[in-house]
């Protein structure tokens, strides 16, 4: 049941973006509300714990980028 609730994010930017034809950053901008609201309304997460992991997936995709601009540029 869980992994079920799990792809209700992934399954809501894909029927945006493409059954919907919105732009990316709105779509995901949804699903990221969808995920915030899951985390804490059915896994009872804290909103600090929620909080330090979306903070946690930004210093991830600021460090790709970092290794993708130094690739092309260098």
Known sequence: MYAIIALIPI????V???GL?????KSLAIS???SIVIALAIWKMKVV??????ILG?????EVFF?????ILF
């Open 58 to 62: 930004l210093l991830g995709a600021i």
């Open 21 to 25: 034809n919105m732009s990316a950053p």
């Open 32 to 34: 990221l509300i969808v």
């Open 67 to 71: 290794i993708i601009y130094g690739a």
């Open 16 to 18: 945006l973006m493409a």
């Open 49 to 54: 714990t929620v909080a330090a992991y979306g």
């Open 11 to 14: 399954i809501v930017a894909l």
